[in-house]
């Protein structure tokens, strides 16, 4: 368990200065994991590891090899991968081979000319998507602060706008306005039917699961109570709060989001949710201001410690937590945990915003300013059942099988400790900063190759599997967010889905080669995000073993999450 303020988060509720906080509860399901977040500030990395195999040891160790790796390769892109961390690994040094650099994209920068009517409703989508930010016509996606899992959403919207699906692959080759309004008129593919169409369904009172919610729900039942499952963050104020405005805004949350009055209950087969429509929160206050100053933050962590601890029963709603901890007058810590079965890390997102605006609201005195939503994740369920028996989950599974067919041996790295025959789910973190002057290193290798920064670290993360394990044909994980439609993107719930990404790495492959290959198979992967990696699972026959995740045992993430306000004003 830790809890760290996260630097450069100051967000700022009715006039207090609000910072979200890191919470983890340690916990890993993948053997390894490489995580990053971008902030105004820079970019946190973290190394997550499976503690029954591994120690906090190798772990820092892992974690100084990406490092020393990404510093190989941004000196030397054109460097071949059995040179990379060859004297920390082989015990000596293998020169880097003559391979010529890896050039820069060969897609034709998009030529001066006349704005015209199509090029101003596409950068309008483009300034929306990336937050309201300046868009002309030549400006580059990417450099503005697009990146690989954005441009999903990029893609939506302009379905939504045009009706025309374009692959992801057209909006990279030219990623500015005019390329891509230029894809848009030569485009003749017909728009895509989307997973899960939207649209509420009434007197929704129960649904079934969705495939993500029924792996939660059948992990349970093996292993019930895995605090793996519970998702915690926390909110630190400084400055007086109004509690009442608070638990107002938290219950108007709730009253909007259906996935915060949702439980499961058995059915044949299984099981469906739930949602308690009738269901009202409390938000209790615990007192922490009698606890000497010097043992306080000691006190609130033992405390959040043993809420994180404590097991939720998905029949019972609601499946999160709340708490206020008031440390003095002017210093409070808002505790919010929810269960996997109905959350993920986008909802998170979603919460500060609705939060924000809600209190704001009521602190003023204003009525709850929020519009309806379209769509519950129930609904989304529902009609994510209907989408499986169609035609576009099977066009999308005739192109995720060949990828991955065929087989593949678990990662194989250097352990501390022997496998258990089942996980037990107990990790820990290593954690990293990437430099100012790094972080720039890698947005100019990526701007140079036609790529991303997301790209770039993924690359080198394979790299670092490979040199530790030898293995040339792995698969390593990335989350999406699964809020592509724009009906869901306002929307609580678990949409996250996970997509394996294959590389096979030839023999005297540099690292300018594999980037270009993970390049190629991210946008194969983000084009087909649509099925569930439990169907992918189970349409690959792979046999059970409950020593390890299927398919893959590592995981990548690279989030930069959306602009928050400074101060959230009060009148």
């Known amino acids: 368990f830790s809890y760290q303020d996260v630097r450069g988060r100051d967000l700022g509720w009715g006039g207090l200065r609000h910072e979200r906080v890191l919470v983890f509860q340690h916990s890993v399901a993948e053997d390894v994991g490489l995580w990053f977040v971008e902030l105004e500030n820079g970019v946190e990395g973290s190394m997550n590891f499976n503690a029954d195999i591994f120690s906090q040891e190798t772990a820092a160790r892992c974690r100084g090899l990406f490092e020393q790796a990404l510093e190989e390769v941004l000196a030397a892109p054109s460097r071949r991968l059995d040179s990379l961390l060859a004297a920390t690994l082989d015990g000596g040094s293998v020169p880097?081979?003559?391979?010529?650099?890896?050039?820069?994209?060969t897609v034709e920068p998009a030529g001066a000319g006349a704005d015209d009517a199509l090029e101003r409703r596409v950068g309008a989508v483009v300034s929306a998507v990336l937050g309201g930010?300046?868009?002309?016509?030549?400006?580059?996606?990417?450099?503005?602060?697009?990146?690989?899992?954005?441009?999903?959403?990029?893609?939506?919207?302009?379905?939504?706008?045009?009706?025309?699906a374009l692959p992801l692959r057209q909006v990279f080759d030219a990623p500015t306005v005019a390329g891509i309004a230029a894809s848009i008129r030569a485009s003749?593919?017909?728009?895509?039917?989307a997973a899960a169409p939207a649209g509420r369904l009434a007197g929704r009172e129960q649904a079934p699961m969705s495939l993500m919610q029924q792996r939660v729900w059948f992990v349970e039942q093996m292993q019930p109570g895995q605090v793996a499952f519970h998702l915690p963050g926390a909110y630190r104020f400084h400055g007086p709060l109004d509690r009442a405005a608070l638990e107002k805004a938290l219950r108007a949350v709730v009253r909007r989001q259906a996935t915060l009055q949702t439980?499961?209950?058995s059915a044949e087969g299984g099981a469906i949710q739930r949602i308690h429509r009738d269901f009202v929160p409390d938000l209790p206050v615990e007192d922490l201001s009698a606890?000497?100053?010097?043992?306080?933050?000691?006190?609130?962590?033992?405390?959040?410690?043993?809420?994180?601890?404590?097991?939720?029963?998905?029949?019972?709603?609601?499946?999160f937590r709340a708490?206020?901890?008031?440390?003095?007058?002017?210093?409070?810590?808002?505790?919010?945990?929810?269960?996997?079965?109905?959350?993920?890390?986008?909802?998170?997102?979603?919460?500060d915003a609705e939060m924000k605006t809600l209190y704001e609201a009521f602190v003023a005195g204003r009525p709850d300013p929020l519009p309806a939503l379209e769509t519950e994740y129930a609904d989304w369920a529902a009609r994510q059942r209907e989408w499986l028996q169609g035609p576009q989950l099977e066009a999308q599974l005739a192109r995720w099988l060949p990828?991955?067919?065929?087989?593949?041996?678990p990662l194989q790295l250097p352990t501390d400790h022997p496998r258990p025959a089942v996980m037990s789910g107990h990790g820990d973190m290593s954690y990293f900063d990437l430099s100012s002057e790094r972080v720039e290193a890698v947005h100019l290798l990526a701007r140079s190759t036609g790529t991303t920064p997301f790209m770039v670290l993924l690359s080198t993360f394979f790299v670092l599997l490979h040199r530790l394990g030898g293995q040339r044909d792995l698969i390593t994980s990335i989350p999406v967010q699964g809020?592509?439609?724009?009906?869901?993107?306002l929307v609580m719930g678990f949409f996250a889905n996970t997509l394996p990404l294959r590389l096979r790495i030839a023999e005297d492959a540099a690292f300018g080669d594999l980037l270009a290959d993970v390049r190629n198979v991210v946008l194969d992967a983000l084009d087909d995000a649509d099925v569930p990696f439990e169907h992918l699972v189970r349409k690959l026959g792979l046999p059970r073993d409950n020593s390890r995740t299927p398919l893959s045992q590592a995981m990548f993430s690279y989030q930069k999450p959306p602009e928050k306000q400074r101060r959230w004003e009060i009148g």
């Open 188 to 193: 003749t593919a017909a728009p895509a039917e």
């Open 133 to 164: 930010v300046p868009v002309s016509r030549d400006d580059d996606f990417f450099e503005l602060g697009g990146h690989s899992l954005l441009v999903a959403q990029l893609v939506a919207r302009l379905k939504r706008e045009f009706g025309v």
């Open 96 to 105: 880097p081979s003559p391979v010529e650099p890896a050039g820069a994209s």
């Open 323 to 351: 708490c206020l901890y008031r440390l003095d007058a002017d210093q409070h810590v808002f505790f919010f945990m929810v269960h996997h079965a109905v959350w993920d890390g986008g909802s998170f997102d979603l919460f």
């Open 403 to 409: 990828r991955l067919e065929g087989h593949v041996e």
């Open 263 to 265: 439980a499961f209950e």
């Open 483 to 489: 809020r592509s439609q724009e009906a869901v993107r």
């Open 291 to 319: 606890v000497p100053a010097t043992e306080r933050e000691a006190e609130l962590r033992r405390r959040l410690a043993a809420r994180i601890a404590e097991p939720m029963d998905l029949a019972q709603a609601p499946l």
